[in-house]
């Protein structure tokens, strides 16, 4: 699925499993320091509401270009909002 900042695939897991998250950023993203920022942002932001999925999951987020720049805020957004379109989100 597609969200504007990034592109979200995920894996429904079983009951007892944790969730887990993999990002992947490309060299079409910037330079180092830009590619750790947005891991690091959609990190925290996975790890903010991981407990509010509705069952474990394998998450693999792939960070686009529209992502640089952008605040924790608008990434957090983008997130819960792929999250409730997905209807991976508890409510």
């Known amino acids: 699925m ?11 897991l079983p009951p007892e499993s944790t969730s887990r998250l ?5 060299k079409k993203l910037g330079n180092a320091v830009v590619r750790a920022r947005a891991r690091r942002l959609l990190r925290e932001a996975f790890r903010l509401h991981q407990f509010d999925l509705k ?11 529209r992502m640089v720049g952008k605040s924790y805020r608008d990434i957090d957004e983008a997130f819960m909002l792929m999250l409730k379109k997905t209807g991976l989100l508890l409510s």
């Open 55 to 65: 069952q474990p999951v394998d998450l693999v987020l792939v960070a686009q270009s």
């Open 22 to 26: 993999g990002i992947i950023t490309t």
């Open 2 to 12: 597609t969200c504007g900042l990034f592109i979200a695939n995920w894996l429904v």
